[in-house]
Protein backbone atom coordinates (compact mmCIF):
# COMPACT_ATOMS: atom_id res chain seq x y z
CA UNK A 1 0.00 0.00 0.00
CA UNK A 2 1.16 3.75 -0.36
CA UNK A 3 0.65 6.30 1.73
CA UNK A 4 1.58 9.78 1.96
CA UNK A 5 1.87 11.94 5.51
CA UNK A 6 2.09 15.56 5.73
CA UNK A 7 1.75 15.93 9.56
CA UNK A 8 0.82 20.20 9.34
CA UNK A 9 -2.73 20.74 8.56
CA UNK A 10 -1.56 24.58 9.05
CA UNK A 11 1.75 26.39 8.69
CA UNK A 12 2.49 30.07 9.31
CA UNK A 13 5.05 32.26 7.99
CA UNK A 14 6.22 35.78 7.96
CA UNK A 15 7.00 36.80 4.67
CA UNK A 16 10.66 36.77 3.94
CA UNK A 17 11.31 33.76 6.20
CA UNK A 18 12.10 30.08 5.43
CA UNK A 19 9.80 27.75 5.05
CA UNK A 20 9.52 23.98 4.69
CA UNK A 21 6.77 22.06 4.22
CA UNK A 22 6.78 18.26 5.44
CA UNK A 23 5.82 14.84 3.49
CA UNK A 24 6.34 11.12 4.20
CA UNK A 25 5.61 8.53 2.23
CA UNK A 26 5.27 4.94 2.62
CA UNK A 27 5.77 2.93 -0.44
CA UNK A 28 7.74 -0.72 -0.56
CA UNK A 29 9.47 0.31 -4.31
CA UNK A 30 10.77 3.25 -6.14
CA UNK A 31 8.48 5.95 -5.95
CA UNK A 32 7.57 9.23 -7.92
CA UNK A 33 7.30 12.14 -5.60
CA UNK A 34 5.30 15.46 -6.80
CA UNK A 35 4.06 18.90 -5.13
CA UNK A 36 0.93 19.93 -6.19
CA UNK A 37 -0.36 23.31 -5.05
CA UNK A 38 -3.77 25.17 -4.69
CA UNK A 39 -4.34 28.53 -5.11
CA UNK A 40 -7.58 30.63 -3.80
CA UNK A 41 -10.34 29.80 -6.12
CA UNK A 42 -7.34 28.63 -8.71
CA UNK A 43 -7.04 24.74 -10.19
CA UNK A 44 -4.89 21.98 -8.37
CA UNK A 45 -1.79 22.30 -10.20
CA UNK A 46 1.49 20.51 -10.92
CA UNK A 47 4.26 22.59 -8.60
CA UNK A 48 7.02 20.10 -9.16
CA UNK A 49 8.42 16.71 -9.29
CA UNK A 50 11.27 14.80 -7.66
CA UNK A 51 12.60 13.12 -10.91
CA UNK A 52 13.15 16.81 -12.59
CA UNK A 53 15.35 18.31 -9.23
CA UNK A 54 14.23 21.39 -10.53
CA UNK A 55 13.17 25.09 -8.24
CA UNK A 56 9.91 26.42 -9.24
CA UNK A 57 9.07 29.73 -8.14
CA UNK A 58 11.78 29.49 -5.73
CA UNK A 59 10.80 26.33 -4.56
CA UNK A 60 12.80 22.93 -3.62
CA UNK A 61 12.15 19.80 -2.70
CA UNK A 62 14.54 16.92 -2.26
CA UNK A 63 13.92 13.30 -1.77
CA UNK A 64 15.48 11.53 0.38
CA UNK A 65 14.91 7.82 0.58
CA UNK A 66 16.39 6.96 3.83
CA UNK A 67 13.89 9.10 5.60
CA UNK A 68 11.27 8.60 3.00
CA UNK A 69 10.49 12.26 3.25
CA UNK A 70 10.22 14.79 0.34
CA UNK A 71 10.15 18.15 1.99
CA UNK A 72 9.31 20.98 -0.05
CA UNK A 73 11.59 24.29 0.99
CA UNK A 74 11.51 27.83 -0.06
CA UNK A 75 14.61 29.94 1.69
CA UNK A 76 12.52 33.36 1.63
CA UNK A 77 8.28 32.92 1.24
CA UNK A 78 6.54 35.62 -0.33
CA UNK A 79 2.82 36.14 0.02
CA UNK A 80 1.90 34.74 -2.95
CA UNK A 81 3.01 31.56 -1.88
CA UNK A 82 -0.21 31.51 0.32
CA UNK A 83 -2.14 28.48 -0.78
CA UNK A 84 -3.13 25.23 -0.29
CA UNK A 85 0.46 22.26 -0.48
CA UNK A 86 -0.39 18.73 -1.70
CA UNK A 87 2.23 16.07 -1.59
CA UNK A 88 1.61 13.36 -4.10
CA UNK A 89 3.44 9.90 -4.66
CA UNK A 90 2.93 7.30 -7.58
CA UNK A 91 3.84 3.74 -7.88
CA UNK A 92 6.32 2.74 -10.31
CA UNK A 93 5.98 1.06 -13.41
CA UNK A 94 2.21 1.43 -15.03
CA UNK A 95 0.47 2.22 -11.89
CA UNK A 96 -1.29 5.66 -12.85
CA UNK A 97 -2.89 6.25 -9.42
CA UNK A 98 -1.73 9.08 -7.64
CA UNK A 99 -1.77 8.98 -3.93
CA UNK A 100 -2.50 12.80 -1.96
CA UNK A 101 -1.49 13.80 1.42
CA UNK A 102 -4.18 15.59 3.09
CA UNK A 103 -2.55 18.94 2.45
CA UNK A 104 -0.96 22.23 4.38
CA UNK A 105 -2.41 24.98 4.52
CA UNK A 106 0.14 27.73 4.46
CA UNK A 107 -0.59 31.25 5.12
CA UNK A 108 2.16 33.82 4.56
CA UNK A 109 1.75 36.95 6.33
CA UNK A 110 3.09 40.39 5.31
CA UNK B 1 -7.71 24.36 -25.54
CA UNK B 2 -10.08 24.48 -22.51
CA UNK B 3 -8.36 21.79 -20.89
CA UNK B 4 -10.48 19.84 -18.66
CA UNK B 5 -14.25 21.11 -17.85
CA UNK B 6 -16.31 20.44 -15.47
CA UNK B 7 -20.18 21.32 -15.01
CA UNK B 8 -21.97 22.35 -13.20
CA UNK B 9 -20.01 24.07 -10.70
CA UNK B 10 -22.44 24.09 -7.66
CA UNK B 11 -24.80 21.23 -7.28
CA UNK B 12 -27.87 20.92 -4.25
CA UNK B 13 -29.37 17.37 -4.01
CA UNK B 14 -31.70 16.18 -1.59
CA UNK B 15 -30.54 12.45 -0.02
CA UNK B 16 -32.06 10.16 -2.36
CA UNK B 17 -31.69 11.44 -5.48
CA UNK B 18 -29.06 10.58 -8.34
CA UNK B 19 -27.29 12.50 -10.51
CA UNK B 20 -24.40 12.84 -13.07
CA UNK B 21 -21.72 14.79 -13.01
CA UNK B 22 -19.68 15.39 -15.68
CA UNK B 23 -16.47 15.83 -17.24
CA UNK B 24 -14.57 16.33 -20.56
CA UNK B 25 -11.26 16.96 -21.59
CA UNK B 26 -9.91 18.11 -24.91
CA UNK B 27 -6.42 17.18 -24.21
CA UNK B 28 -6.69 13.50 -25.81
CA UNK B 29 -5.86 11.93 -22.30
CA UNK B 30 -6.16 8.22 -22.15
CA UNK B 31 -5.92 8.75 -18.43
CA UNK B 32 -9.07 10.37 -16.16
CA UNK B 33 -9.69 10.20 -12.45
CA UNK B 34 -12.26 11.13 -10.01
CA UNK B 35 -11.29 12.76 -6.77
CA UNK B 36 -12.97 14.31 -3.54
CA UNK B 37 -11.54 16.48 -2.04
CA UNK B 38 -12.87 16.86 2.08
CA UNK B 39 -11.59 19.20 4.88
CA UNK B 40 -8.63 17.41 6.26
CA UNK B 41 -9.00 14.60 4.19
CA UNK B 42 -7.35 15.84 1.38
CA UNK B 43 -7.60 14.68 -2.32
CA UNK B 44 -9.27 10.54 -2.39
CA UNK B 45 -9.36 8.67 -5.78
CA UNK B 46 -12.85 8.09 -6.59
CA UNK B 47 -12.34 6.09 -9.75
CA UNK B 48 -10.64 6.16 -12.60
CA UNK B 49 -9.99 4.94 -16.19
CA UNK B 50 -6.93 4.26 -18.23
CA UNK B 51 -8.87 4.74 -21.65
CA UNK B 52 -12.05 4.29 -23.62
CA UNK B 53 -14.47 1.22 -22.21
CA UNK B 54 -11.64 0.87 -19.09
CA UNK B 55 -12.40 1.75 -15.90
CA UNK B 56 -11.19 1.15 -11.82
CA UNK B 57 -11.82 1.85 -8.67
CA UNK B 58 -9.92 4.07 -6.41
CA UNK B 59 -9.73 4.52 -2.64
CA UNK B 60 -13.88 5.54 -1.90
CA UNK B 61 -15.64 4.19 -4.77
CA UNK B 62 -18.86 3.36 -2.89
CA UNK B 63 -21.90 4.73 -4.20
CA UNK B 64 -20.48 6.30 -7.28
CA UNK B 65 -20.37 4.91 -10.52
CA UNK B 66 -18.35 5.65 -13.96
CA UNK B 67 -18.26 4.85 -17.51
CA UNK B 68 -15.83 5.80 -19.96
CA UNK B 69 -17.29 5.47 -23.70
CA UNK B 70 -14.89 8.32 -25.35
CA UNK B 71 -11.66 9.35 -24.49
CA UNK B 72 -12.95 12.79 -24.11
CA UNK B 73 -15.99 12.31 -21.41
CA UNK B 74 -15.43 10.48 -17.93
CA UNK B 75 -18.69 11.22 -16.09
CA UNK B 76 -19.48 10.19 -12.50
CA UNK B 77 -22.64 8.70 -11.19
CA UNK B 78 -24.43 9.23 -7.70
CA UNK B 79 -27.06 6.51 -7.69
CA UNK B 80 -28.74 8.14 -4.66
CA UNK B 81 -26.99 11.17 -2.81
CA UNK B 82 -26.42 10.38 0.75
CA UNK B 83 -25.13 13.31 3.06
CA UNK B 84 -21.55 11.51 3.58
CA UNK B 85 -21.30 12.67 -0.05
CA UNK B 86 -21.16 16.15 0.16
CA UNK B 87 -17.65 17.40 -1.07
CA UNK B 88 -15.80 19.03 -3.74
CA UNK B 89 -15.46 16.74 -6.55
CA UNK B 90 -12.11 17.22 -8.96
CA UNK B 91 -11.71 15.63 -12.35
CA UNK B 92 -8.51 15.10 -13.95
CA UNK B 93 -6.60 13.79 -17.14
CA UNK B 94 -3.45 13.13 -18.42
CA UNK B 95 -1.26 11.52 -20.77
CA UNK B 96 -0.50 7.70 -20.12
CA UNK B 97 3.64 8.52 -20.63
CA UNK B 98 3.19 11.37 -18.17
CA UNK B 99 0.65 10.02 -16.03
CA UNK B 100 2.59 12.30 -12.94
CA UNK B 101 1.03 15.88 -14.35
CA UNK B 102 -2.37 15.26 -13.97
CA UNK B 103 -4.28 18.54 -15.31
CA UNK B 104 -7.16 19.34 -12.95
CA UNK B 105 -10.73 20.74 -13.31
CA UNK B 106 -12.64 23.57 -11.57
CA UNK B 107 -14.16 21.26 -9.29
CA UNK B 108 -18.16 20.60 -8.61
CA UNK B 109 -19.41 21.58 -5.25
CA UNK B 110 -22.11 19.36 -4.09
CA UNK B 111 -24.28 19.93 -1.05
CA UNK B 112 -26.26 16.23 -0.41
CA UNK B 113 -29.34 17.81 2.38
Known amino acids: AQRVTQPEKLLSVFKGAPVELKCNYS??????LFWYVQYSRQRLQLLLR??SRESIKGFTADLNKGETSFHLKKPFAQEEDSAMYYC????????????FGKGTLLTVNP | NAGVTQTPKFQVLKTGQSMTLQCAQD?????MSWYRQDPGMGLRLIHY???????DQGEVPNGYNVSRSTTEDFPLRLLSAAPSQTSVYFC????????????FGPGTRLTVL
Open chain 2, 27 to 31: MNHEY
Open chain 1, 88 to 99: ALRGGGSNYKLT
Open chain 2, 49 to 55: SVGAGIT
Open chain 2, 92 to 103: ASSKPGLAYEQF
Open chain 1, 50 to 51: HI
Open chain 1, 27 to 32: YSGSPE
